[in-house]
């Protein structure tokens, strides 16, 4: 019963964090719709991977290789997160700044490349 209440709260935490990595990061972003898809996309299949990886904690059927493939998208998610609330704080802290409007877009742009290159990084 323990394993089951640990696999509900694990899955929902790392499903609230995905959605934080939506809502707060991917959906600021500064390029194309098609890309922001393609984010979004990736954080679903690492999501999913987190739920498969529940299943074969508990599951001595499935080969080892399987079981530490499946822990790689916790890892991305959690480190996508990282970037996500950085990224949101430079962002807030951004919008507050007395800067003109010219030199804030071009500052929200860098910032936006900078995260997304972190968030490629990490993940590699």
């Known amino acids: 019963m323990k394993t089951i209440i640990f696999g509900i709260i694990f899955s929902a935490v790392f499903a609230l964090l995905t959605l934080y990595i939506i809502k707060r990061f991917i959906n600021k972003l500064d390029i194309k719709d098609n890309y922001k898809k393609y984010f979004k996309y990736f954080l679903y299949i690492n999501y999913i991977g987190v739920v498969a990886y529940m299943y074969t904690r508990y599951n001595p059927n499935i080969p080892n290789i399987l079981f530490f ?11 996508t997160f990282s970037i996500s609330i950085i990224y949101d704080i430079k962002y807030t802290l951004l919008k507050k700044a007395p800067l003109s409007n ?23």
């Open 69 to 79: 493939l499946l822990s790689l998208p916790i890892g991305v998610i959690f480190l």
């Open 102 to 124: 010219n030199r804030r877009e071009v500052l929200k742009k860098s910032l936006d490349y900078i995260a997304i290159a972190g968030a490629i990084g990490v993940t590699l």
